[in-house]
């Protein structure tokens, strides 16, 4: 397993920008971000392939972007035009296999998670 960090979380206002990173120690086919509120299942927000393929969630299609430098082990997501519930623990995530997508369980390393909180 890698090991991840995530960093960039905060607070942002509605119609704002946050960009999340996260720093992989080793290789790694797909990445994905997800995220959680109390009480709630871990959802799947974006992933991506080593060839550049990616996947999102309906509620964030068009508003985030997730890219990786895979040279650098690393992972981003851009943030734009948050809403307030966008609010949550977001979490990076590394697969040991390929076209991972936003199956949870398909992932096998999870970062400790930064927290976004989105103000209106």
């Known amino acids: 397993q890698v090991q991840l960090a995530e960093s960039g979380g905060g607070t942002v206002q509605t119609g704002g920008s946050l960009r999340l990173s996260c720093a992989a120690s080793g290789y790694t086919y797909s990445m994905g971000w997800f995220r959680q509120v109390p009480g709630k299942e871990r959802e799947g927000v974006a992933s991506?392939?080593?060839?550049?393929?990616?996947g999102y969630a309906d509620s964030v299609r068009g508003r985030f972007t997730i890219s990786r430098d895979s040279a650098k082990n690393t992972l981003h997501l851009q943030m734009n035009s948050p809403k307030p519930e966008d609010t949550a623990m977001y979490y990076c995530?590394?697969?040991?296999?390929?076209?991972?997508?936003?199956?949870?369980?398909?992932?096998?390393?999870w970062g400790q998670g930064t927290q976004v909180t989105v103000s209106s």
């Open positions: 991506i392939d080593r060839d550049g393929s990616t």
């Open positions: 995530a590394a697969s040991s296999v390929v076209g991972a997508g936003l199956r949870s369980s398909a992932y096998t390393s």
